[in-house]
Structures are given as C-alpha cells and as structure tokens.
C-alpha cells in the first residue's frame, strides 16, 4: 500500500437509489458518463458502474454497458469497475457484460445476508431481502472474469465475506494481488465503526490492496479511518447523499471533492488514473 497515494474510487448510481431520494442520480448513459468525467477531475480514479434505463430501473443490457464504457472512453481515462450484484436475476446475465466488453476491474460480492434498510423514523424496513452469493456462484463469476482478464472487486459486507477468499484461493481461482472492498453501514453486515474497519483491515490476507466503503454519512468518518490506516476510499451517490447532515451533494463530484480534501489533509495525494493502474498492479 502507498501511503502517499489514494485512489479515490466514485460509486455513480447504484442499483436501489432514485431520483426520488437525490435529484442528482444519473440515469442514462449520457448523464454516466459527464458525472465520470467530473468525478475524474474532482480526482476518481475508479468509476464504479450500475445501469439503468432511462426511467431509472436497472438493466443488464450488453449494449447499455457498452454505451456507458464508448461514452465515458470518450470524455476520460478512468479505470472502469463494473457491478454483478443482483436479486431476482440469473448468473449468466449478470456476467454477460463482463464477458463481452472485459473492463479493467468488476465487482464480486462475497457471500450470502440479509440485506435492508430500516427507518427509525417511520418504524418500517426498506429493500428486504436476501442477497444470496453462494460459492457456486462466486467461482463461476471468477472463471468469467479470469477467463475475460478482468480484475475481481472482493465486496465484503461482513467478517465471514472476508475468510470465504480462503477456500477461494486455495482453488486457485482467486489469485493475487487481491483488490479489497470492505463496506459497511449496510443493515445485515458489519455496522459502520471504525473498530469494525481495523478488524476487517487485519484480517486480510497479503499481496491486498483495500477500500473502505462506509454507507450513508458515517461514510466520513471511515473514510478517515480507513485514510488513517493507508487504504483508499470510495465515495458516491450510490453510498451516500449528504456532505454533511442536512446538506444533499449536488453531484457526485462534491462528494468526490471533499473526499479528495480530506486526502490531503492527511497528507495524501489522490492517484491519477495511470499512477492508479501501477499502484493497483492492473498493468500487464
């Protein structure tokens, strides 16, 4: 791990979050990818990518990812991550994206939970499910992504996520440098914490590059933490709305923005995307 450098990763959409909850969402290739560009020169590195249809609903198309990567190549640079995570939709649509467009890097979740969003307000559950992620599944998604030279993004909502790469890279089907996503905050993993984070960080095994993922505005004080322990960080509005109680960002970016000055309040310098591929040993 660099200690001067971050890579600062964007999490533009998201698959549960509207327009309804931040003006801001984007939508449509088009809107994906001028908030990449702005992300990219807020000081992303990493753009994290859900699609949807125009009226917001997520989709698996081939062709709108491929969209979303010809009209972010166009305006940038950044390293794409692409998303696998979904309820209710079969594996092999999951993965047809990576298989046929191979961006540098694809997320993986990392085992089964229970998976809400619960308002103290209104006394109600929001989005309760259960985000199943069995073993099958996890070796088929990294025959694909091994297959297609595809980075694996290691999602981990919870300890367990963390030790289920054990088995995993026994197999040999998980190689290394592995690439790190601790989250936390989501109802149905770990809670938000920042003794949660150095026990996930401790955990890990070696040739690991990490970042933290905090959920809603305890998303600050991690990335902190997780900039204090010499991780990177993800921001976003698929993680977070506020700057601040009471303060909706305006765009991905701000979030980007703040992100980036608090990098550097400790002393750290967000990576460029180029400078991100070497430290992240995405080169070939």
Known sequence: ???????????LTGALTRREHCPAIPYTPEEIAEEARRVAEAGAAIVHIHARTADGTPT?????FREIRDRIRERSDVILNFSTGAVGISRE???AHIRQLAPEMAALNMGSMNYAIYSRRHKAFYHDHVFANPFADMRFFLDAMNEAGVRPEL?????????????????GVLRPPF?????????????????????????LPASSHWQVIGIGLQQWRLLA???ALGGNVRVGLEDNFYLQAGQMARSNAELVEKAVRMCRDQGREPAAPAEARKLLELES
């Not at 791990?1 to 999490?11: G, K, P």
């Not at 698996?60 to 709108?64: L, M």
């Not at 999602?155 to 026994?170: K, Q, W």
């Open 225 to 227: 933490a997780g900039l």
């Open 179 to 203: 690439q790190f996503s601790l989250i936390l905050g989501v109802l149905g993993g770990m809670p938000g914490g920042v003794r949660e984070l150095i026990h996930q960080v401790g955990s």
């Open 93 to 95: 649509d999951r993965i």
């Open 60 to 64: 698996w198309s081939v062709e709108v």
């Open 1 to 11: 791990m660099n200690q001067d450098r971050v890579v600062v990763t964007a999490a």
């Open 155 to 171: 999602e981990c909502f919870d300890a367990g996520h963390v030790a289920n790469t054990v088995p995993l890279i026994d197999l």
